[in-house]
């Protein structure tokens, strides 16, 4: 019983409440379940590829939770607050180690500049 209320979770409606509908799910209706997948539907990666990258990398979150497992089956109604982590660097968090690195070279170089100009 347990294993079908989970299983109830993933799909949504009265008529997809029935044990005949859960018994009948096929592997291609788990994997379009999967964060990997719904990740790049949404157009968040280039690819599947790219997704499972970003997914590795805690780039990902899930309403307010970072998650780290490609396979993270996704519910229904969760599927609306999938979007970018709030510290990656590709959302609104610090700049990556790169950018700091040419920055904070690029701020020395405006120093010198300075001081050659007196």
């Known amino acids: 019983k347990q294993w079908y209320q989970r299983r109830v979770a993933i799909t949504a409606g009265e008529n997809r409440m029935k044990l005949d509908y859960v018994l009948g799910l096929k592997t ?14 949404l157009g968040l990666a280039k690819s599947i590829h790219h997704a499972r990258v ?9 309403r ?6 490609p396979s993270f089956i996704v519910r229904l109604d969760a599927q609306k607050h999938i979007d970018i982590a709030i510290n990656s660097a590709y959302g609104s ?16 170089g405006a120093a010198d500049a300075d001081e050659d100009e007196d």
């Open 64 to 69: 307010k939770q970072v998650v780290n497992i």
């Open 54 to 62: 970003l997914i590795r990398q805690k780039h990902i979150r899930v």
């Open 93 to 108: 968090g610090r700049e990556g180690r790169v950018k700091r690195k040419r920055m904070r070279a690029g701020d020395k």
């Open 28 to 41: 291609e209706d788990f994997l379009e379940r999967r964060l990997q997948t719904q990740v790049f539907k």
